[in-house]
Nanobody, 122 residues
Framework: VQLVESGGGLVQAGGSLRLSCAASGTTDSIRAMAWYRQAPGKERELVAEITSGGRVNYADSVKGRFTIARDNAKNTVYLQMNSLKPEDTAVYYC?????????????????WGQGTLVTVSS
């Protein structure tokens, strides 16, 4: 599975951006899809995730501002980011559980996108 992200950029505080991540290759067994981010000098953190059944989970810091969605027909996951704050500035990474891992991991095998930079100016 290969992931291609798009949609990052520079935006003023209070603005919006939408990130997209399209998966290609062997996509039949894709399970959860997620977005992570890593700010300078900080560890990578989960932003939002969505299961194959549509159940979602958000980091407390983005609840009410970000929305994750997926289009299974297009093997694409989106992250709509509204009311952006300077502290949202980070490289955002798409993460997909391909479901192609070994039995020992219950089939979990994650792949990562290349990352897309989101910069929010104050």
């Amino acid at each position: 599975v290969q992931l291609v992200e798009s949609g990052g950029g520079l935006v003023q505080a209070g603005g919006s951006l939408r990130l997209s991540c399209a998966a290609s290759g062997t996509t039949d067994s894709i399970r959860a899809m997620a977005w992570y981010r890593q700010a300078p000098g900080k560890e990578r953190e989960l932003v939002a995730e969505i299961t194959s059944g549509g159940r979602v989970n958000y980091a407390d810091s983005v609840k009410g501002r970000f929305t994750i969605a997926r289009d299974n027909a297009k093997n694409t996951v989106y992250l709509q980011m509204n009311s952006l704050k300077p502290e949202d500035t980070a490289v955002y990474y798409c993460n997909v559980d391909t479901g192609m891992g070994p039995i020992e991991t219950n089939g979990r095998l994650e792949v990562w996108g290349q990352g897309t930079l989101v910069t929010v100016s104050s």
